[in-house]
C-alpha cells in the first residue's frame, strides 16, 4: 500500500490534463497569462478572499508575505516548534529570526496560550501552520495578534479546503501561504505556490515583488525576486482544483474509518477540535513504539513517513540559534511518536481495511510482547 498515489488521482483525470498541456502549448504563453489569472480567481473563490497571487512555490509564498510586510533583520516572528522546515526558512530568509512556541497536544497546532509569553518589543508577526490539514485555533491567536499589534500569516500549505466555523483556511489570517507541492491536497505536475488575502494592497505588492519588482517591463520599482507560478502549471492546477471538493470528500471518509477502526488500540488518534474542519493531508497516529510500528508495517507492505523527525530546532540548519528543545517539550516529545498512515483519494474500502488490519496486528503483537 503506498502512502500516496499520486499516478491513480492523475489517471482519473487525464484526458482534462492533456487537454490543459495542450491547451497551453497551442497559445504559445507560458508566463504570467491567462492561465495563472484565471486560477488565481478560481483559488481566491475557492477559499473566500478576495485576492489570490500564483507564485513559484509554497516557501516563496510564505517569504513573499513577510517580505512585503517588510519584516527583516532585528524583528521576530512566532513559528510553531513543530513544522516543517519552510515556515521557519521563510523567516530566516527575511533576515528575521524564527521563535518556536510549543503546540498543543491534542491538535499538534500552535498553543495560543503559549503566544504572549513568547511576545518582546521586537515581535513583528505569527505564522500557525494548520497541521497535518487542521486549522490552528485561529480564533484565540488572533486576539493575541490583535492585543500586540502582530500579523498573522497562515502557513496553509497542508490545509487547502480546511475550514474553522464554515470559513476556509487561507481566509483566517492577514493572509495565507500555499504550496501546490505534487504531494499536497492541491498539488501541481511540479513546483507551484500560492498566496491569499482580502488586502488588495498586499496582493499588489507581491505581485510586483514576484515579478523583478516589476509592474511595467523593464521598469523595477523595488529589488524583487524571479518567482511565478508558470502557465502550465496554473492550467493543470484549474483541473484539480475543480476535482479538489469530491477528493478532499473522500480523504475524511478514509479518515473516518480510520477513526473507528482503530479505536481501543494503542494508537492515539488525531484529535479535531470544535469548529474545526481538517482537510486531513495526513492521518498522523501515535504511538510509544513508533519505530517498531513503522518497521512492522513496512514488512506487512504498508508505506508509513514520519512528519517529521526532527523539529527544525534540532536541525544544524539552526544550530547558530541554539535553541534548547526542552524550552518546546511537546514538541520535542511528538516527533518521536508521530506516524503518518496511507491516504489517498483513490484509495478503495479494501485498501483502508489492509492498512487498518495491519495495524491493529501489528499493535496485538507489541502490546503482548509488552505484557510478556
Ligand atoms: C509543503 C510545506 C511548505 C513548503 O512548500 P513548498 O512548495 O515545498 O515550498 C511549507 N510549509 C508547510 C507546513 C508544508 O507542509
Redesign the pocket.
Known amino acids: 500500500m503506498p502512502f500516496l498515489d499520486l499516478a491513480a488521482q492523475h489517471a482519473e483525470v487525464r484526458a482534462e490534463l492533456d487537454g490543459a498541456f495542450h491547451r497551453v502549448l497551442d497559445r504559445g504563453v507560458f508566463i504570467l497569462g491567462p492561465e495563472v489569472e484565471a486560477f488565481e480567481a478560481e483559488f481566491a473563490a475557492y477559499c473566500g478572499t478576495r485576492c489570490a497571487i500564483g507564485v513559484a512555490?509554497?516557501?516563496d509564498a510564505?517569504f513573499l508575505v513577510l517580505k512585503a510586510w517588510g519584516i527583516g533583520p532585528g524583528d521576530e516572528v512566532l513559528v510553531p516548534a513543530n513544522?516543517?522546515i519552510?515556515?521557519w526558512l521563510a523567516v530566516t530568509y527575511t533576515g528575521a529570526t524564527p521563535v518556536p512556541v510549543d503546540v498543543e497536544r491534542t491538535t499538534c497546532n500552535i498553543d495560543p496560550t503559549l503566544l504572549a509569553a513568547a511576545v518582546t518589543p521586537r515581535t513583528r508577526a505569527i505564522i500557525p501552520?494548520h497541521l497535518y490539514g487542521q486549522p490552528a485555533n485561529m480564533r484565540a491567536i488572533r486576539d493575541v495578534a490583535a492585543t500586540f499589534g502582530l500579523r498573522v500569516l497562515e502557513?496553509a500549505?497542508?490545509s487547502h479546503g480546511a475550514e474553522m466555523d464554515g470559513q476556509r483556511a487561507g481566509s483566517l489570517g492577514d493572509a495565507a501561504a500555499f504550496?501546490f507541492?505534487p504531494g499536497?491536497n492541491l498539488g501541481a505536475l511540479g513546483?507551484g505556490?500560492g498566496i491569499t488575502t482580502n488586502d488588495p494592497a498586499l496582493a499588489d505588492a507581491i505581485r510586483t515583488l514576484r515579478n523583478y519588482g516589476s509592474r511595467r517591463k523593464y521598469h523595477h520599482e523595488v529589488p524583487g525576486v524571479n518567482s511565478r507560478l508558470d502557465e502550465l502549471q496554473a492550467a493543470f492546477l484549474r483541473v484539480k482544483l475543480s476535482h479538489l471538493p469530491r477528493w478532499n470528500t473522500r480523504r475524511a471518509e478514509i479518515a473516518a474509518t480510520y477513526h473507528t477502526r482503530l479505536a481501543r488500540t494503542g494508537f492515539e488518534l488525531p484529535c479535531v477540535a470544535p469548529g474545526m474542519t481538517s482537510s486531513w493531508h495526513l492521518y498522523v497516529v501515535r504511538h510509544a513504539q513508533r519505530d517498531l510500528v513503522r518497521e512492522q508495517l513496512t514488512a506487512r507492505g504498508i508505506d508509513t513517513i514520519v512528519h517529521y523527525p526532527i523539529n527544525p530546532a534540532e536541525q544544524p540548519a539552526y544550530a547558530s540559534l541554539t535553541l534548547d528543545p526542552a524550552a518546546t517539550p511537546m514538541a520535542a516529545t511528538l516527533q518521536h511518536r508521530v506516524l503518518s498512515l496511507p491516504l489517498s483519494p483513490t484509495m478503495t474500502d479494501a485498501d483502508v481495511e489492509r492498512v487498518v488490519m495491519a495495524c491493529r496486528d501489528v499493535d496485538a503483537e507489541l502490546s503482548s510482547r509488552t505484557v510478556a
Open positions: 512555490n509554497g516557501l510564505l513544522t516543517f519552510a515556515t501552520v502557513d500549505a497542508q504550496s507541492y499536497k513546483d505556490g
